[in-house]
């Protein structure tokens, strides 16, 4: 299983900022996602991160609010911005295996905007 | 209606005790599914995969897909305290190129010792 490193674990943010989380794999994977959690919710695909191209966006997230990078195979950023406090959430990296059959995730980012 | 049902519970079981977590679906292209296990304040740990319909047995968990049925079942046998988690299915399609996971919104399981 691939290892899946997330920057920051948590962070208290102040409403109007914006912070980026890191996603750092152990090995190269071809697809990787961005999810939400919300309190006490099931997990919410925010977009799909595309390797040198602009990321794949749900319905319901946009990318101004929440840019993402994928510069390589390993590593992608999420940026939530102009924080509010419905942000406050995990946020979650994941990936696909090299076998493409399953989906694992990182540990989670969980912001608390105040 | 969501795409995926699932009880939110929370499921209350003594130790020892079978555990039945179930889904159900609507989406007839879902063909891969997953059961995550989600401890407070982590992210969501793999714990069975199944493709297309059967069983698939690991250990004490027991993962079962009825696709006639669009109904899907993780049992838990021997139940432990360390058990007690959140319980994610999750699933996807085939052929779209799509791998993005759909969930259910999670059934909260503790196992009393």
């Known amino acids: 299983s691939a290892v899946i490193s997330q920057k920051p674990s948590r962070d208290i943010c102040q409403r109007g900022t914006s912070l980026t989380i890191q996603c750092q794999v152990d090995?190269?994977?071809?697809?990787m996602f961005w999810y939400r959690q919300q309190p006490g919710q099931s997990l919410t695909l925010i977009a799909t991160a595309n390797q040198g191209s602009e990321a794949t966006y749900e319905s319901g997230f946009v990318i101004d609010k929440f840019p993402i990078s994928r510069p390589n195979l390993t590593f992608s950023t999420l940026t939530v911005s102009n924080m509010s406090p419905e942000d406050s959430s995990i946020y979650l990296c994941?990936?696909?295996?090299?076998?493409?059959?399953?989906?694992?995730f990182g540990e989670g980012s969980w912001l608390t905007v105040v | 209606q969501k795409e995926v049902e699932q009880d939110p519970g929370p499921l209350s079981v003594p130790e020892g005790a079978i555990v039945s977590l179930n889904c159900t679906y609507s989406?007839?292209?879902?063909?891969?599914f997953m059961w995550y296990r989600q401890y407070s304040r982590k992210g969501p740990e793999l714990l069975m995969y199944?493709?297309?319909?059967g069983n698939k047995e690991d250990g004490r968990f027991t993962a079962q897909v009825d696709k006639s049925s669009k109904y899907i079942s993780l049992f838990i046998r021997d139940s432990q305290p360390s058990d007690s988690a959140t319980y994610l299915c999750?699933?996807?399609?085939?052929?779209?190129?799509?791998?993005?996971?759909?969930f259910g919104s999670g059934t909260r399981l503790q196992v009393q010792p």
């Open positions: 989406n007839s292209a879902f063909q891969y």
């Open positions: 994941s990936v696909v295996s090299y076998s493409g059959n399953t989906i694992y």
């Open positions: 090995s190269q994977v071809t697809m």
């Open positions: 999750a699933m996807s399609a085939v052929g779209t190129g799509r791998r993005a996971l759909t």
């Open positions: 199944t493709y297309s319909s």
